[in-house]
């Protein structure tokens, strides 16, 4: 009897002083307006790189994009920015290889290839594109 009453009083006592657990709030994301892909990129075989496409809107503070790859196990990339200037489309050709005066050498045995782009608006808010190249 004493061994039934002692554990129903643990269990009341942990019961008692258990602290809650909340859960988080669901996330909501805002959607984006139909359209308004601020970034387009395209594999370039014969020149061993990515060309990627800026479209500036009206509300486009500045674009930033990390190219990183591994080349025969060696990390490798390539960091950039800009702010748009004037209208119209605006290309980057990221070459996966190292240029030198005027000398390039391209890396080979490229692996694990991924394109971030960050697009920043006038208004703080900033949209963040992921590529992942398969086979480069």
């Keep these: 009897m004493r061994k039934i009453v002692a554990l129903v009083l643990i269990i009341v006592l942990f019961l008692f002083f258990a602290s809650p657990a909340y859960a988080l709030k669901k996330r909501i994301r805002a959607p984006k307006p ?17 060309v990627v496409t800026f479209i500036p809107k009206t509300n486009v503070k500045r674009f930033d994009y990390v190219l990183s790859y591994g080349a025969n196990g060696i990390a490798q990339g390539v960091v950039g920015s800009f ?54």
């Design 34 to 50: 139909a359209g308004t892909g601020y970034s387009s990129v395209r594999l370039s075989r014969p020149t061993h790189s990515t």
């Design 83 to 136: 702010i748009p200037a004037g209208g119209g489309t605006q290309s980057r050709d990221l070459y996966f290889g190292t240029c030198s005066h005027g000398v390039c050498t391209p890396h080979y045995g490229i692996t694990g290839a991924t394109l971030t782009i960050t697009t920043t608006l006038n208004g703080g808010a900033s949209y963040i594109k992921r590529y992942r190249f398969k086979s480069v």
